[in-house]
Structure formats: structure tokens, C-alpha cells
């Protein structure tokens, strides 16, 4: 490659013919090859070779229409450029492919093609001195005298100028200047054409130029362009100095072999930018700490470039503190009449809920700075303890935002990622407030009792400080790290459960329990919201569907089982879709009735067979009212029936009450017994304290066999002598607990042991003590609920949970016969027809007196 003392590229040259730009000498490019003679040239030559020499290969620009090449060799430009391949990567996706980075050499022209397969060999002449790009410093006499010299000091003026248009506190820019100064003049057009945004026609023509006067002829005009497009950009737009060293540069490299990715920026200024942002940190309104923080980065961002990847996160970042709503609020809508209006028509019942939103209107009216109150609504699903919070946002007249807490097991969903994380973002809270534009809405936390927790944090505790509001005054997202005021929004929790809540995250909140609906609320509900809200979801009117008030309790009773009213909605909605076929199927035939009694009288009624309304289904008479009748053709048979005086045909058999997420439940309990050795069998998926109260029960009625005179199966006096005691809890796939069926045992084992039978309408819950004492339990309002749909006439509750009852609907209280006891004697008694026996005569309870 030396001859003579100068550089000289072989003369056989493998060519790689390129649709994707030109190469030209000084620039490097990074071309992708993908068709069958560059990957052979690839595979072949770059690949295997092992001498400096292999990695030098000619490229050639394929001006043919890439989308019509063939395997035709086409007809090659008759001047290319040398170039060493710097780097080589594979890779198969989507397509086998090579990227190849090429730094161009020199020019060549193409003498004589030696081989087209299976990639092009070419011998070339070299038309370049390879000096020129390789001498540090440049031959000041080359270029100095007459009409050339004049060009290249033209030249390098109008680069210089370019230069100095563009932030010289780019570390690229700099190192472009001083490549600027050290290169040699003649290598100028060629590395700035390469830089500056030109077409691949106009790199041609500085490619085709031979002689230096003619290639800077060809390159002054497209740097004096760019230079005037710049100066017209910033004419226009009127940036500040800080901003105006700006230019519009494609991304390019320059010899030898460092890059340089020069910003595009001629479709955004960012100066006039900044300034907005600048404006909007000022319009913001934002507390002093804040508005510091904002100042800082929006300063950290007018020194960066636009090409580093933190300027990006700081925008963001930037852009999110202008949009949170630091100042912005909705006036309160603080009449009380009209709210208490609005509540009672968007929902029935509920009385407590729509009490402490009076409450809290009446306290703002005497107290403007009043802190938003944190509630928990707690009942089972249905009941409506979401779209309640959605008309407390109308009735206040603010905005509402609904954030689902079921599942979330990550803490920075509530707190947000800190900006030193790829992808970070602000937690739900502050999304939520940027999404309703004002710091004072009301926040729905759905499933609150349902949140996950991982190694990622527990999101429970996360809650705690948004949800205390001696704290949350002063939250702190970890995305803004900057204390953002909550005490203005309005939360409010929702939860089937308390159980799961943490002990600290209830301690925050005020539970208002919803209990489940009484049939009698369930009809008014079903014709005063549901039934009107599926006609209009179905298209029908009342005028084509009725449904009577006499109908909708069977659809409850004998459909349904459950607190709330989703299930009821679907069964309406069945209703009105079999309806709707109907009435559809009636449009149909009355329109073709219509048409073809007119195709009769055009056509003298003769040779047409006319359809008669026997032939197919006649159009149903509206109003479609729906009987007991239509509702087993349109439902099925019944779901459910009312079988506890069918149950309670056999001694052994008791019905208890039984607390669910869902609402109340009815329980049976059944006991038999055998000849054995006075074993207990439990069955039905008990938990352990249900199991201790059974084995309460039995002892119990040992100790007290005598008095109430049980026996076993041969007539002991000891009941489990020589016996063996089955008891079952039916729906045996169901996991049950808890203590308050302990009496509910204790019956149903003394009417297995007397064999006399239990009422078939009563219904009983409480726990109990060895001394047969009965011991509160919860959930009462639920049980008794669940008590009054199954049909039970009489409940038998403890005495210390007869303040519990002042909640029931007066409908409910007047329809059951409330027995309270405060111990087993008395529930014995209640639970039997005309008594049990041995009753009468126990013993005494004595009555103490002082002695002081």
C-alpha cells in the first residue's frame, strides 16, 4: 500500500453497492447490507481476512429504485469512494442482515470489473491523495494562491461562521472546532457535506467533483444555505442569546473514526420553550418550597442539551409540578336541602351515610376550614357503597376519582418512584390529582380491604400517611419529593371486610357500616332506580314492559340470595332481553304483514299466498306485564326455596346465623348418634374455634344432663355413655369459624339427647361459656337480615346485643319476635314448643345480697 513514499489503497477492490447514502472521503457512515453479493462480500472478505489490507473495500451508490433491484448487477456509478471497515455486527431479525461502520479513504473510478459472484471485484484507480487525510497539518502553499485559494479561505469562513452559531459548550461542538483548525482545507467540503443536511443527489455531485476548485464550488452553496436557513429560523422565532447558538445539523461523524451527534433542532426551539415552562413554574402558584425546587432544575435544564437522556426526565418532571393543582379548588355546593334531594333520589335507604354527609355539610357552613373527613364504608358487595361515593362528589359539587386498591402489592403505587429509576413515575395520589386539575376532590379507595403486599413494600402502610389527617397535610410523593397539602380531599374507603384492614390503617379512617338491603328496600330499589335503568339499557318503555310490585318479591325471594342487588340487576336484565325479543320479533311481522298486503292489492290479490297471523307467533299485546307464569318460563325454575320448616322435621336439627363478606346466612346444624365409645365427629370444614365450641356444648350438657333430664340411647343418665356424636355442618366445601354458634349447637345436641323437635321458625346466635352463660357476638344486623329472608319468625339473641337491634328497619323488628337471653336456660326455652323440660324446675339462681 506505500509506493514511493505514498499511501496507496490495493487496486483490486471488493465493491459493496448501497442504497443508503453516500459515503464520502473523511466521513464514516454505518451502512445495513441485507442482499445475497454484499453478504458474500462480507462473509468472504471482511470476515475471514486477517490483514489490514482485506478490511479496505470500495463502495459504490446504487442508484437504482431499491424497490424495483433485481439480481441483475446494476449499472455502477463510475465513482466511489475507498473506505475501511471499522466495525462488522450480525444479526437475524427481522431478516439475516449485517451492519457495517465504514470510515471513507479516498476516491476511486472503477477501470474494469474482474467478478460479479458472488460479490463485485472490481480494479479501480485511485483519484485521491491519501495524505491529505491523514497529515495532521496542512500544506499552507496548496491552497493559498490565486482563484483556489480564494474558494478554501471562502470555505473555511463560512465554517467557522456555521461553528459559531452552535453552543460552543457542547463538548462535540468544541471538538469540532478544533478538528476544524487542524484538518487540511482541501479534505473541508468533503467532511462538512457529509455533516450538514443535504440530499444524497447533492453528495453525488460532491462525490463526481475530481478537482478541488470544483468540489468547493459544488459545497459552498449547500453550507452558505444551511447558514441562511439558521438566520432566518432565528429572525423568526427571536430567541434569547442563551439559546440562539443553535443549528439545524444532521446526525454525522467526522475523520478519523470519532463520531459527533450533532442535535436536530429544526422543528423545535427549545429556547421559546423554556421560557413558556419558565412562565408556567411562575403562574403555578405553588408553595415556596416547591417553587425553589422548580427553579433549580428549570435552571439545570437551560444547560443541557437536548440530546442527553436526563434532559427528558427533567422536563417531565417539570411539566408535572406545572399541572398538579397546588392552588386550584371547587367551591362546595353547601345547601343542605338540596343535597339531602339529590342523596335520596340517587339512593334508597342507607340513612347513615347520607346523615355524616349532612353532617359534614353543615359543619362547613360554620367552619370553612374545615379538613376533609376520611371515611370507610364496610358491607357487603352490591349495596352501592361505590356509587354512593360518586353522588357525595355531586352533592358537594366536586370532582370524583376512583382509584382501585384490589391487588396492589407494589408501595410505590401509593408513593411513586424516585427519579433515579428507569421509567419512574408518581404514585396514583398525585396522578389522581393531576387527572381532576383541583386539590380538593373526592377520592374513592375501592377494595381497600383487598391490597397485596411483596418485597416491593406493603401498600398499607404506604397509606397511612395519606390517610391520617394530623400528616397528610404535608404528603410526600417520592417522584416530586416535594410535600403536597391532602387535607383538602375528601377520602373515602370502601371494604367488604375489616378483618384484613390493618389494625393502624383502620385506626385512621371513621367505619360507617352498610348492612345488606331488607326485601322491602329491595323492591322499592328494584322499581325506583333498577328496573327503570335496564329498560332504558334494553330500548323498552314502560309502555312495552311491566313488571308488578307483586312480581318483584318473587324475583328476590325465589332468584336471589344475597345483601345487595347485582343479582337482582341481571335477573331484571334477563327479563327485559326476553321482552325485547318479543317486541322485536312483533316490529318484524307487522312490517311484513304490511308489505305484503300491499303487494296484494297492487297484484288484484291473485296467485299469492297471503301469511295469516296463525302461521307464525302473533305480535304479544303491550304493555307485556310479567306474571309467576312468565317469570318460569323466562328464569327457570326457582333457584332457592324457603325450606326451613321442611328441614326441622327430625330432632338433632337446629338453624343458626352465620356472618359473611357477603351479608348474613342462615346455618344449619345437624347431630346424630350411634352405639359407640362417646367419640365426637365433627364434619363440614370447621375451624378451631367452632370446634371448641362444640366440645363447650357437650360438656355442658353433661354437666347438666340431670337437670334437663337427657340421656343416651339406652336411657343413662350420661349422654354420651356407650354413644357416639356425629355433628355436621352442611355446605361441607365451605370453611366456617367463629363462635357464635355455640348455642345454635347446644340445641340442636338437647333435641338430639330429649328427641323432642326444635321450632321450625326460630333462628339463634351467641357464644357460650362453660357456666351456660351467652356472650355477645357481631354481625347482628346481618344475620338478623338474613333471618327475615329465609321466612324465620323468631330470633333468639344475646342480651347484650339487644342495643344492636335499634339498626334494623322498623319493617323487620315488627315482623320478628326477638328473644333475648343471657343464658341457656333461656334459650332452651325459647326454642322449644311449650318449653324444655326440667326448666321449671333448675335450680335457682340466689339472689346475693350485701353483707356490709
Same mark, same amino acid.
Given at each position: 500500500?506505500?509506493?514511493?513514499?505514498?499511501?496507496?489503497?490495493?487496486?483490486?477492490?471488493?465493491?459493496?453497492?448501497?442504497?443508503?447514502?453516500?459515503?464520502?472521503? %473523511?466521513?464514516?457512515?454505518?451502512?445495513?447490507?441485507?442482499?445475497?453479493?454484499?453478504?458474500?462480500?462480507?462473509?468472504?472478505?471482511?470476515?475471514?481476512?486477517?490483514?489490514?489490507?482485506?478490511?479496505?473495500?470500495?463502495?459504490?451508490?446504487?442508484?437504482?429504485?431499491?424497490?424495483?433491484?433485481?439480481?441483475?448487477?446494476?449499472?455502477?456509478?463510475?465513482? %466511489?469512494?475507498?473506505?475501511?471497515?471499522?466495525?462488522?455486527?450480525?444479526?437475524? =431479525?427481522?431478516?439475516?442482515?449485517?451492519?457495517?461502520?465504514?470510515?471513507?479513504?479516498?476516491?476511486?473510478?472503477?477501470?474494469?470489473?474482474?467478478?460479479?459472484?458472488?460479490?463485485?471485484?472490481?480494479?479501480?484507480?485511485?483519484?485521491?491523495?491519501?495524505?491529505?487525510?491523514?497529515?495532521?497539518?496542512?500544506?499552507?502553499?496548496?491552497?493559498?494562491?490565486?482563484?483556489?485559494?480564494?474558494?478554501?479561505?471562502?470555505?473555511?469562513?463560512?465554517?467557522?461562521?456555521?461553528?459559531?452559531?452552535?453552543?460552543?459548550?457542547?463538548?462535540?461542538?468544541?471538538?469540532?472546532?478544533?478538528?476544524?483548525?487542524?484538518?487540511?482545507?482541501?479534505?473541508?467540503?468533503?467532511?462538512?457535506?457529509?455533516?450538514?443536511?443535504?440530499?444524497?443527489?447533492?453528495?453525488?455531485?460532491?462525490?463526481?467533483?475530481?478537482?478541488?476548485?470544483?468540489?468547493?464550488?459544488?459545497?459552498?452553496?449547500?453550507?452558505?444555505?444551511?447558514?441562511?436557513?439558521?438566520?432566518?429560523?432565528?429572525?423568526?422565532?427571536?430567541?434569547?442569546?442563551?439559546?440562539?447558538?443553535?443549528?439545524?445539523?444532521?446526525?454525522?461523524?467526522?475523520?478519523?473514526?470519532?463520531?459527533?451527534?450533532?442535535?436536530?433542532?429544526?422543528?423545535?426551539?427549545?429556547?421559546?420553550?423554556?421560557?413558556?415552562?419558565?412562565?408556567?413554574?411562575?403562574?403555578?402558584?405553588?408553595?415556596?418550597?416547591?417553587?425553589?425546587?422548580?427553579?433549580?432544575?428549570?435552571?439545570?435544564?437551560?444547560?443541557?442539551?437536548?440530546?442527553?437522556?436526563?434532559?427528558?426526565?427533567?422536563?417531565?418532571?417539570?411539566?408535572?409540578?406545572?399541572?398538579?393543582? =397546588?392552588?386550584?379548588?371547587?367551591?362546595?355546593?353547601?345547601?343542605?336541602?338540596?343535597?339531602?334531594?339529590?342523596?335520596?333520589?340517587?339512593?334508597?335507604?342507607?340513612?347513615?351515610?347520607?346523615?355524616?354527609?349532612?353532617?359534614?355539610?353543615?359543619?362547613?357552613?360554620?367552619?370553612?376550614?374545615?379538613?376533609?373527613?376520611?371515611?370507610?364504608?364496610?358491607?357487603?358487595?352490591?349495596?352501592?357503597?361505590?356509587?354512593?361515593?360518586?353522588?357525595?362528589?355531586?352533592?358537594?359539587?366536586?370532582?370524583?376519582?376512583?382509584?382501585?386498591?384490589?391487588?396492589?402489592?407494589?408501595?410505590?403505587?401509593?408513593?411513586?418512584?424516585?427519579?433515579?429509576?428507569?421509567?419512574?413515575?408518581?404514585?396514583?395520589?398525585?396522578?389522581?390529582?393531576?387527572?381532576?386539575?383541583?386539590?380538593?376532590?373526592?377520592?374513592?379507595?375501592?377494595?381497600?380491604?383487598?391490597?397485596?403486599?411483596?418485597?416491593?413494600?406493603?401498600?398499607?402502610?404506604?397509606?397511612?400517611?395519606?390517610?391520617?389527617?394530623?400528616?397528610?397535610?404535608?404528603?410526600?410523593?417520592?417522584?416530586?419529593?416535594?410535600?403536597?397539602?391532602?387535607?383538602?380531599?375528601?377520602?373515602?374507603?370502601?371494604?367488604?371486610?375489616?378483618?384484613?384492614?390493618?389494625?393502624?390503617?383502620?385506626?385512621?379512617?371513621?367505619?360507617?357500616?352498610?348492612?345488606?338491603?331488607?326485601?322491602?328496600?329491595?323492591?322499592?330499589?328494584?322499581?325506583?332506580?333498577?328496573?327503570?335503568?335496564?329498560?332504558?339499557?334494553?330500548?323498552?318503555?314502560?309502555?312495552?314492559?311491566?313488571?308488578?310490585?307483586?312480581?318483584?318479591?318473587?324475583?328476590?325471594?325465589?332468584?336471589?340470595?344475597?345483601?345487595?342487588?347485582?343479582?337482582?340487576?341481571?335477573?331484571?336484565?334477563?327479563?327485559?332481553?326476553?321482552?325485547?325479543?318479543?317486541?322485536?320479533?312483533?316490529?318484524?311481522?307487522?312490517?311484513?304483514?304490511?308489505?305484503?298486503?300491499?303487494?296484494?292489492?297492487?297484484?288484484?290479490?291473485?296467485?299469492?299466498?297471503?301469511?295469516?297471523?296463525?302461521?307464525?307467533?302473533?305480535?304479544?299485546?303491550?304493555?307485556?306485564?310479567?306474571?309467576?307464569?312468565?317469570?318460569?318460563?323466562?328464569?327457570?325454575?326457582?333457584?332457592?326455596?324457603?325450606?326451613?320448616?321442611?328441614?326441622?322435621?327430625?330432632?338433632?336439627?337446629?338453624?343458626?346465623?352465620? =356472618?359473611?363478606?357477603?351479608?348474613?346466612?342462615?346455618?344449619?346444624?345437624?347431630?346424630?348418634?350411634?352405639?359407640?365409645?362417646?367419640?365426637?365427629?365433627?364434619?363440614?370444614?370447621?375451624?378451631?374455634?367452632?370446634?371448641?365450641?362444640?366440645?363447650?356444648?357437650?360438656?355442658?350438657?353433661?354437666?347438666?344432663?340431670?337437670?334437663?333430664?337427657?340421656?343416651?340411647?339406652?336411657?343413662?343418665?350420661?349422654?354420651?355413655?356407650?354413644?357416639?356424636?356425629?355433628?355436621?355442618?352442611?355446605?361441607?366445601?365451605?370453611?366456617?369459624?367463629?363462635?357464635?354458634?355455640?348455642?345454635?349447637?347446644?340445641?340442636?345436641?338437647?333435641?338430639?339427647?330429649?328427641?323432642?323437635?326444635?321450632?321450625?321458625?326460630?333462628?339463634?346466635?351467641?357464644?357460650?361459656?362453660?357456666?351456660?352463660?351467652?356472650?355477645?357476638?357481631?354481625?347482628?344486623?346481618?344475620?338478623?337480615?338474613?333471618?327475615?329472608?329465609?321466612?324465620?319468625?323468631?330470633?333468639?339473641?344475646?342480651?347484650?346485643?339487644?342495643?344492636?337491634?335499634?339498626?334494623?328497619?322498623?319493617?323487620?323488628?315488627?315482623?320478628?319476635?326477638?328473644?333475648?337471653?343471657?343464658?341457656?336456660?333461656?334459650?332452651?326455652?325459647?326454642?322449644?314448643?311449650?318449653?324444655?323440660?326440667?326448666?321449671?324446675?333448675?335450680?335457682?339462681?340466689?339472689?346475693?345480697?350485701?353483707?356490709?
Amino acid at each position: 500500500m506505500v509506493s514511493g513514499g505514498a499511501i496507496q489503497i490495493p487496486s483490486r477492490l471488493p465493491l459493496l453497492l448501497t442504497h443508503e447514502g453516500v459515503l464520502l472521503p %473523511g466521513s464514516t457512515v454505518r451502512f445495513s447490507v441485507d442482499s445475497p453479493r454484499n453478504m458474500h462480500l462480507v462473509r468472504e472478505r471482511l470476515l475471514k481476512g486477517t490483514s489490514l489490507k482485506s478490511t479496505i473495500i470500495g463502495v459504490i451508490p446504487n442508484t437504482r429504485d431499491p424497490e424495483h433491484d433485481t439480481d441483475d448487477l446494476p449499472t455502477l456509478h463510475k465513482i %466511489g469512494t475507498a473506505g475501511i471497515a471499522v466495525q462488522v455486527v450480525g444479526s437475524n =431479525w427481522p431478516k439475516p442482515h449485517y451492519t457495517l461502520l465504514i470510515t471513507g479513504l479516498c476516491r476511486f473510478s472503477v477501470s474494469s470489473l474482474l467478478k460479479e459472484r458472488p460479490f463485485v471485484l472490481a480494479e479501480v484507480k485511485q483519484l485521491d491523495q491519501l495524505e491529505r487525510y491523514t497529515t495532521p497539518q496542512r500544506d499552507a502553499t496548496a491552497t493559498d494562491d490565486g482563484e483556489l485559494g480564494e474558494l478554501s479561505e471562502k470555505f473555511y469562513q463560512a465554517a467557522v461562521q456555521l461553528l459559531g452559531m452552535l453552543d460552543m459548550s457542547v463538548p462535540v461542538v468544541a471538538k469540532f472546532r478544533r478538528l476544524l483548525d487542524s484538518l487540511p482545507r482541501e479534505t473541508l467540503p468533503d467532511v462538512v457535506a457529509s455533516m450538514i443536511r443535504t440530499s444524497n443527489k447533492e453528495k453525488l455531485q460532491v462525490l463526481d467533483a475530481l478537482s478541488l476548485e470544483e468540489r468547493f464550488k459544488k459545497a459552498l452553496p449547500m453550507l452558505t444555505r444551511q447558514i441562511d436557513g439558521l438566520k432566518l429560523l432565528q429572525k423568526t422565532r427571536k430567541t434569547s442569546p442563551d439559546n440562539e447558538k443553535r443549528v439545524l445539523v444532521r446526525k454525522g461523524t467526522v475523520f478519523p473514526g470519532r463520531q459527533f451527534n450533532l442535535d436536530e433542532e429544526d422543528e423545535d426551539d427549545d429556547g421559546d420553550d423554556t421560557a413558556a415552562l419558565e412562565r408556567k413554574v411562575h403562574g403555578a402558584n405553588m408553595p415556596e418550597a416547591a417553587l425553589k425546587i422548580c427553579l433549580k432544575e428549570l435552571k439545570r435544564l437551560k444547560k443541557m442539551p437536548q440530546s442527553m437522556p436526563e434532559y427528558a426526565l427533567t422536563r417531565n418532571y417539570l411539566d408535572l409540578m406545572v399541572e398538579l393543582p =397546588w392552588s386550584k379548588s371547587t367551591k362546595d355546593c353547601l345547601d343542605i336541602r338540596a343535597a339531602r334531594t339529590l342523596l335520596d333520589n340517587d339512593h334508597y335507604a342507607m340513612d347513615k351515610l347520607k346523615r355524616r354527609v349532612l353532617e359534614y355539610l353543615a359543619v362547613r357552613q360554620l367552619k370553612t376550614s374545615l379538613k376533609g373527613p376520611i371515611l370507610c364504608f364496610v358491607g357487603p358487595p352490591g349495596v352501592g357503597k361505590t356509587s354512593v361515593g360518586r353522588s357525595i362528589a355531586r352533592t358537594l359539587g366536586r370532582e370524583f376519582h376512583r382509584i382501585a386498591l384490589g391487588g396492589v402489592c407494589d408501595q410505590s403505587d401509593i408513593r411513586g418512584h424516585r427519579r433515579t429509576y428507569v421509567g419512574s413515575m408518581p404514585g396514583r395520589i398525585i396522578n389522581g390529582l393531576k387527572t381532576v386539575g383541583v386539590n380538593n376532590p373526592v377520592f374513592l379507595l375501592d377494595e381497600v380491604d383487598k391490597l397485596g403486599k411483596s418485597l416491593q413494600g406493603d401498600p398499607a402502610a404506604a397509606l397511612l400517611e395519606v390517610l391520617d389527617p394530623e400528616q397528610n397535610h404535608g404528603f410526600t410523593d417520592h417522584y416530586l419529593n416535594v410535600a403536597f397539602d391532602l387535607s383538602q380531599v375528601l377520602f373515602i374507603a370502601t371494604a367488604n371486610t375489616t378483618a384484613t384492614i390493618p389494625p393502624a390503617l383502620l385506626d385512621r379512617m371513621e367505619v360507617l357500616e352498610v348492612p345488606g338491603y331488607t326485601q322491602e328496600e329491595k323492591v322499592e330499589i328494584a322499581h325506583r332506580h333498577l328496573i327503570p335503568n335496564q329498560l332504558e339499557q334494553h330500548g323498552l318503555t314502560p309502555q312495552q314492559l311491566h313488571i308488578p310490585q307483586s312480581t318483584t318479591p318473587d324475583i328476590i325471594s325465589r332468584y336471589t340470595r344475597e345483601a345487595g342487588v347485582r343479582s337482582l340487576e341481571r335477573k331484571i336484565g334477563a327479563i327485559c332481553r326476553a321482552v325485547a325479543v318479543k317486541v322485536a320479533e312483533g316490529h318484524t311481522l307487522t312490517k311484513t304483514a304490511t308489505l305484503t298486503s300491499e303487494n296484494s292489492k297492487q297484484h288484484g290479490g291473485e296467485g299469492l299466498n297471503l301469511p295469516s297471523w296463525s302461521d307464525k307467533a302473533a305480535p304479544p299485546e303491550l304493555p307485556i306485564v310479567i306474571d309467576h307464569i312468565a317469570l318460569k318460563d323466562i328464569l327457570g325454575p326457582p333457584v332457592f326455596e324457603m325450606e326451613v320448616s321442611e328441614r326441622l322435621t327430625l330432632p338433632g336439627v337446629a338453624l343458626g346465623l352465620a =356472618w359473611t363478606p357477603l351479608g348474613g346466612e342462615i346455618m344449619f346444624v345437624e347431630a346424630s348418634r350411634m352405639e359407640g365409645e362417646g367419640q365426637l365427629t365433627l364434619t363440614g370444614q370447621l375451624g378451631d374455634v367452632m370446634k371448641e365450641s362444640a366440645h363447650l356444648a357437650i360438656s355442658w350438657l353433661r354437666a347438666n344432663a340431670k337437670t334437663y333430664q337427657l340421656t343416651n340411647m339406652v336411657g343413662g343418665s350420661d349422654p354420651l355413655e356407650g354413644t357416639d356424636i356425629h355433628l355436621h355442618f352442611p355446605a361441607g366445601a365451605v370453611t366456617k369459624d367463629g363462635p357464635s354458634a355455640g348455642v345454635t349447637i347446644v340445641t340442636c345436641l338437647a333435641s338430639l339427647f330429649s328427641g323432642r323437635l326444635v321450632r321450625s321458625d326460630v333462628a339463634m346466635t351467641g357464644e357460650i361459656t362453660l357456666r351456660g352463660l351467652v356472650l355477645p357476638v357481631g354481625g347482628i344486623k346481618d344475620k338478623v337480615l338474613a333471618a327475615h329472608r329465609a321466612g324465620v319468625k323468631r330470633v333468639i339473641l344475646p342480651k347484650r346485643n339487644e342495643k344492636d337491634l335499634e339498626e334494623l328497619p322498623a319493617n323487620v323488628r315488627a315482623n320478628l319476635d326477638f328473644i333475648t337471653a343471657t343464658n341457656l336456660d333461656e334459650v332452651l326455652n325459647a326454642s322449644f314448643d311449650g318449653g324444655f323440660p326440667g326448666v321449671s324446675g333448675t335450680r335457682a339462681h340466689p339472689q346475693l345480697t350485701s353483707k356490709l
